[in-house]
């Protein structure tokens, strides 16, 4: 019962991270390209501060769920489970440098109306979400695959 508590905790975080960077690279983003800066960046930041609000959480079920999850297998864990957490623990950090780093940055350039600042950092962001997104597929196909 617990390890299914907790596959489903693990589950539910990580769908919402995918399903966001998902729906960030492949709607999001795209669309705004057809509205003009500084408005395009100001609602980018909008809605990456709505979904890093989301993300932060995800990190932290994520971490903590699979953390329970490779507890209770005891001495065997399969080598996907393995590759899962080590993807999981850069995707992490990366996530960490984006937030702190392009984020903070693109923050800092739109709040003193430096337009052309906000969108390089944005860019470097993307590329990062990019990163993790790859990342992300990779640690799903390991964990399903590699057993």
Excluded: E, T
Excluded at 8 to 17: E, G, P, S, Y
Excluded at 72 to 93: D, K, T
Excluded at 131 to 139: K, P, T
Aim: some cysteine; charged content about 10%.
């Amino acid at each position: 019962m617990l390890n299914d508590l907790l596959l489903f905790v693990h589950l539910a975080a990580a769908i919402v991270w995918l399903g966001g960077m998902s729906l960030m690279l492949v709607a999001v983003r795209p669309a705004l390209l057809q509205v003009a800066p500084p408005l395009r960046q100001q609602l980018l930041l909008a809605m990456l501060r709505r979904f890093f609000a989301l993300v932060w959480p995800s990190i932290a079920l994520l971490l903590a769920s699979g953390g329970g999850l490779l507890a209770r297998a005891g001495g065997f864990v399969p080598a996907g489970w393995q590759a899962m957490a080590g993807i999981g623990a850069l995707m992490s950090a990366v996530f960490v440098w984006l937030f702190f780093v392009p984020y903070r940055r693109a923050c800092r350039a739109a709040k003193d109306d430096r337009w052309p600042q906000a969108g390089a950092a944005l860019l470097q962001l993307h590329r990062l979400v990019q990163l993790n997104f790859g990342l992300g597929w990779l640690a799903v196909a390991l964990v399903v695959l590699w057993r």
